[in-house]
């Protein structure tokens, strides 16, 4: 929790005014009592009615003070617990956002987001209760029982005895109840987790029918995070009780010893009147203090809370990624994007086994460098190596012969256009998301990426064309157009490499084909990485690499694959007949030729 405090330096003078404005308030506040005591004595001893007014009049005074400075106060705090919160979500957010995929796996979806928002809130809110309590309970406290013992040394014995009661009713609960504050936490991880769940893949859901087997889940997680949070407030629900309880038999009690001290006196010294003034002080006192100490019970409620988040935002402040930059980066190169895994092998940090291994193949500039195998066979793991998304175990990767963990991260993913296997669009415009790929992109340049991308002609029968809404995820698009508009934001990027992770799976044969060819004469020059499940999509290209089991056992081209590779001859013959590949063959060669004419 004091880690986070360092993000209290962006207000420090609010901090200082707001301690000041909280230290004026309590002093003043205290300053009540004690002129309602002396006003007592004036009435009870015959003062002048002016006198009395001119005291009442300043009692006034000092009640207006006591009343900006809580304003004052609390719209300081506010503004100080706000700015603390935005400050913490932005750098949980770019540290998200520096976070390789290992660690980013290992926190969860669910988790990140509860730690960004629920977490923040709870230190967020003890933070604005606290700058106040945690300065005003120690102060009303203090001057409180200072001005009793000088007013009355008698009446202070009755905080002495009430005080270690209080102490003892609010630690008997908190004890009980701090081990399961983190609890809390989980359990709102976990019911968060549910419910992303369910509005992510509320198709499935509805296609399975499992609405209600989801809702029982839902129900099951969030009756614990209930459970758990009643449990709490259970525990925490006897120290109000106490403390009241406590307070009203200190506030009799004070009377009491109070009145019985001057039983039998009056009658032989009129003068201990002035005494009625400071049991009047005293018991006003005693509102303060058991008031104090209601506000710091409620620290007591809130900091064991914002503890929890704040060690669980910490766990993602610091922790240190797996992938960094060097301390000297690799700026410059002499070639133009040649790719080379050399003796690459790959093991995820809890696999029992390595996910690649030996891994050994060059992918030159102007050429298509295709992978192709059965699911699991660690043909994305490949691709996944090359922007360093995960670094290899063993081996290099090597672009331009460079390793690419001699390269920034920020220089190295600009060297490379890349199409995850999941098309992704941005909530925004069609052209927003373009610019994904190049930020100063200009119309022409955006409608000659779609054009090759396949997607001019969707987008430009939408009335707004470029400036059309893309809603949250790309869902007023089908896959086929989410997929092409994925495309071609990477293609407006103009990089030396292009890697696309199964991206055409969602095309039609057609329509694969001429983006394919449309693809070779506006990459000529780059080099392509393309993975793909089907063999219409890579039939023609210059090198393919069959995966089983995490390694390469042929490469070369589709007709000498068919010939010396029975593996790579069981997936094309799982797909196609002999005679359709010599049709994909033919319409691929057919439409390059119609492509070609029409340049």
Aim: aromatic residues 8%.
């Amino acid at each position: 929790m004091l880690k986070l405090l360092r993000y209290l330096r962006y207000t420090w003078w609010q901090l200082l005014v707001s301690i000041m404005f909280v230290t004026l308030q309590s002093y003043f506040q205290l300053e009540l009592p004690k002129q309602m005591g002396l006003m007592t004595n004036m009435v009870i001893n015959g003062a002048e009615t002016s006198d009395v007014l001119l005291k009442g009049g300043y009692m006034g005074i000092v009640s207006i003070i006591v009343v900006i400075c809580a304003v004052g106060g609390a719209l300081l705090n506010s503004y100080i617990a706000s700015t603390f919160g935005k400050n913490v979500r932005a750098d949980i957010f770019k540290k998200v956002t520096t976070l390789s995929l290992t660690e980013y796996e290992k926190f969860g979806t669910a988790s990140l987001m509860t730690r960004t928002t629920n977490d923040v809130q709870q230190i967020q809110m003890a933070l604005f209760m606290g700058i106040r309590i945690m300065i005003m309970s120690p102060i009303i406290f203090t001057i409180a029982i200072s001005n009793t013992l000088r007013s009355n040394a008698v009446l202070t014995l009755v905080f002495a005895a009430a005080i270690p009661l209080i102490v003892i009713v609010l630690l008997i609960p908190f004890v009980v109840a701090y081990p399961l504050f983190d609890k809390i936490q989980k359990k709102i991880d976990r019911a968060t987790l549910v419910l992303r769940e369910n509005l992510t893949g509320i198709r499935v859901i509805r296609a399975f029918n499992q609405q209600r087997s989801e809702a029982r889940r839902y129900d099951v997680a969030n009756r614990d995070m209930t459970n758990i949070t009643m449990k709490v407030g259970r525990t925490m629900s006897f120290i109000n009780p106490g403390i009241n309880i406590i307070f009203n038999i200190t506030y009799l009690a004070i009377y009491f010893l109070g009145f019985a001290s001057l039983d039998g006196q009056l009658a032989t010294d009129p003068t201990n009147f002035v005494n009625f003034g400071s049991i009047m002080a005293t018991a006003q006192y005693s509102i303060n203090v058991m008031n104090s100490l209601v506000m710091f019970a409620l620290i007591f409620i809130l900091l064991p809370r914002a503890r929890a988040s704040a060690n669980r935002i910490n766990a993602v402040l610091d922790t240190n990624p797996t992938i960094s930059d060097p301390a000297q980066p690799v700026t410059t190169t002499t070639g133009k994007g040649k790719i080379e895994f050399r003796n690459v092998t790959f093991q995820f940090k809890d696999a029992d086994s390595p996910t690649l291994q030996n891994i050994n193949f060059v992918s030159k500039p102007g050429q298509v460098t295709a992978i192709i195998g059965s699911t699991g066979s660690g043909k994305s793991s490949i691709i996944n190596l090359i922007p360093r998304f995960y670094d290899v175990t063993e081996g290099q990767v090597l672009i331009d012969d460079v390793d690419v963990r001699d390269f920034s991260q920020k220089d190295l993913r600009e060297k490379i256009g890349f199409v995850p296997q999941q098309a992704l669009l941005f909530s925004g415009s069609v052209a927003d998301n373009l610019r994904y790929g190049r930020q100063n992109a200009d119309e022409a340049l955006m409608w000659e990426a779609l054009n090759v991308a396949q997607a001019a002609k969707f987008v430009g029968r939408k009335e707004e064309k470029l400036e059309f809404d893309v809603s949250q995820g790309g869902k007023n698009f089908s896959g086929g157009q989410k997929q092409r508009i994925s495309i071609a934001r990477a293609l407006i990027k103009k990089p030396e490499i292009y890697i696309f992770d199964d991206a055409f799976s969602a095309l039609d044969f057609k329509t694969d084909i001429k983006l394919r060819q449309a693809l070779k004469s506006y990459v000529k020059q780059a080099t392509v990485i393309i993975v793909a499940q089907r063999v219409s999509t890579i039939i023609d290209s210059d090198n393919i690499l069959v995966l089983h089991e995490g390694k390469i056992v042929a490469q070369g081209k589709h007709e000498a694959l068919l010939h010396k590779c029975k593996i790579y001859r069981e997936i094309v013959y799982s797909q196609l007949d002999p005679e359709e590949i010599d049709k994909t063959l033919a319409l691929s060669q057919q439409v390059l030729a119609t492509n070609e004419g029409a340049d």
